[in-house]
């Protein structure tokens, strides 16, 4: 017999936007552990749609944190989220404070013990390697290795201990292609945030299958059957699977289902034996809450443009945190990836420079900075140490730009005279050309005035050259207007 929920219509939420790139989607079922005892000793390969080329996806948890577990998707999906409102174009990095991840998170307070929580959360992520394979709509067999977050920057106030201030994160290149060619599932946030992390994982796929579904006919006939141990594996992390009905029902996913028919997601589910082998099939079948989201912003899920919380994102931890990172990188010799953290007093230090440099400059004045330290042997251990060639550099830059423009203007000058002298030439060859079509009296009356002003010249080569070129130079007094103009020879030369 089947085990089945009906939904009662309830109240409308407001709805907010999530855009869920769909290889971040269809992975993230595989990726995050829901189990908080077993998701640190699960250290083994996760292979989801073994044989099916279009759907392979291998998971390669890290060996010493285990599967990322329920924080880590909740961080992740506030981090999906932020990314979200950002629009577009799209960027490759999410930047937040202390303060704003744990409100996203549900965390009122924040001390060490959730700083420490939420670093190895991120790290989870972080180290966790993904290989998929999937076919593209041109029909090509795509693969692609990556880590969804390949880059963590981490700002704690002054030691290894202290809380985590601020950090910003990368997303992968694969994934960020991905979005900017639109491939993405549009879902409630707002909804969502009301969700423990099965209710979530489970709603993300569920709205992508109902969609994909969903034809704008029959909205009663349309559902969703998927194999329990199946979603245990490839929706819910490796979930484990039980033997007995009432054990899912009443002790596993029947609470987190009745959620998402109380929120009218799914107007019903039912689980069954399964018909061809051993095991449950549950139905789902969609409700007033997928409907009206599916009209509301399904249809239209483009992404808005910039919105300015990025730029405010980017002045504020983003690129003071690169800065700090880049300054420990140069000074040390080791790559960004090899840093832990940097402490804040070197963050602010980078705001300070921000405000006097442009993020692109950074990189220059450190290096110039760096040298000018070594030139008296001062060891610089901050950021701090190097405020003091500031008004140096700025001072180089300005002789820079000023020898840029001299050099500019000057070549300049060279280009014009060049172009005067080319186009002299070519209109004396044109003046020559002209002479010999004037009437027979004009090229005597010209002959004539080029001898007497060859005359001073006694013969010879130099007469002769002096000759030639003064029945050019009368030819062109007498009638410049049948000669190109230089406006006219380069409006020619340039087509």
């Known amino acids: 017999m089947e085990a089945t929920k009906q939904n009662a219509p309830g109240e409308i939420h407001s709805t907010e936007k999530l855009y869920m790139e769909n290889t971040l989607l269809r992975i993230s079922g595989a990726l995050f552990c829901h189990d908080p005892k077993q998701a640190a ?4 390969e996760i292979e989801i749609n073994r044989g099916v080329t279009e759907k392979h996806v291998i998971i390669r948890p890290d060996p010493k944190l285990g599967q990322p577990g329920q924080l880590a998707h909740k961080i992740f999906v506030a981090l999906i989220k932020k990314h979200s409102d950002y629009g577009r174009p799209i960027r490759k990095e999410i930047s937040f404070t202390r303060r704003e991840i744990g409100k996203l998170i549900g965390r009122k307070e924040w001390g060490g013990k959730d700083s420490e929580q939420l670093s190895r959360a991120l790290h989870e992520i972080h180290y966790t390697f993904i290989t998929t394979h999937f076919k593209k709509d041109d029909g090509r067999y795509v693969e692609h290795s990556f880590n969804v977050f390949p880059e963590i920057m981490l700002e704690r106030r002054e030691f290894a201990s202290d809380p985590i201030e601020a950090c910003t994160v990368t997303l992968a290149e694969p994934i960020v292609s991905s979005l900017q060619d639109e491939h993405f599932t549009c879902l409630n946030h707002a909804m969502m945030m009301r969700l423990g992390t099965i ?12 969609a994909n579904h969903y034809d704008g006919r029959n909205p009663a006939r349309l559902k969703f059957e998927k194999r329990y141990d199946d979603l245990c594996a490839e929706w819910l992390g490796g979930l484990t699977v039980h033997q007995h009905k009432s054990k899912i029902l009443h002790a596993q996913l029947g609470p987190h289902l009745d959620q998402l028919v109380a929120e009218g997601f799914l107007t019903s589910y039912a689980l069954a034996k399964a018909r061809t082998r051993d095991g449950f099939v549950i139905t789902f079948r969609p409700g007033e809450t997928f409907f009206r989201d599916y009209e509301r912003f399904y249809r239209q899920r483009r992404q808005g ?3 300015f919380g990025f730029r405010a994102d980017q002045r504020e931890v983003g690129e003071p945190l690169r800065v700090a990172y880049l300054f420990m990188e ?3 010799g080791h790559p960004v990836a090899s840093v832990a953290f940097v402490p804040s007093k070197d963050v602010e230090t980078a705001k300070h420079l921000l405000a006097a440099l442009n993020f692109e400059e950074m990189a220059a004045f450190i290096d110039y900075a760096l040298a000018e330290a070594s030139r008296t042997n001062f060891a610089v251990q901050t950021l701090g140490g190097i405020k003091q060639y500031l008004a140096g550099y700025l001072a180089l830059r300005q002789r820079r730009v000023a020898d840029r423009l001299r050099n500019t203007a000057r070549e300049a000058q ?12 070519e209109r004396r060859r044109e003046a020559s050309r002209l002479l010999e079509t004037l009437p027979v009296e004009e090229r005597a009356s010209i002959e004539q005035l080029a001898r007497d002003r060859a005359a001073t010249f006694d013969g010879g080569s130099l007469y002769d050259k002096m000759l030639d070129f003064n029945r050019v130079r009368v030819t062109i007094e007498r009638h410049s207007d049948r000669l190109r103009s230089l406006e006219q020879w380069k409006g020619e030369s340039a087509v």
């Open 305 to 307: 443009d910039l919105q």
């Open 330 to 332: 140069k000074r040390t």
């Open 414 to 425: 060279q280009r014009d005279e060049a172009e005067r002298q080319t186009y002299d030439q």
């Open 199 to 210: 209710g979530q994982a489970l709603t993300m796929r569920l709205f992508f299958h109902f």
């Open 41 to 44: 000793s699960r250290t083994g």
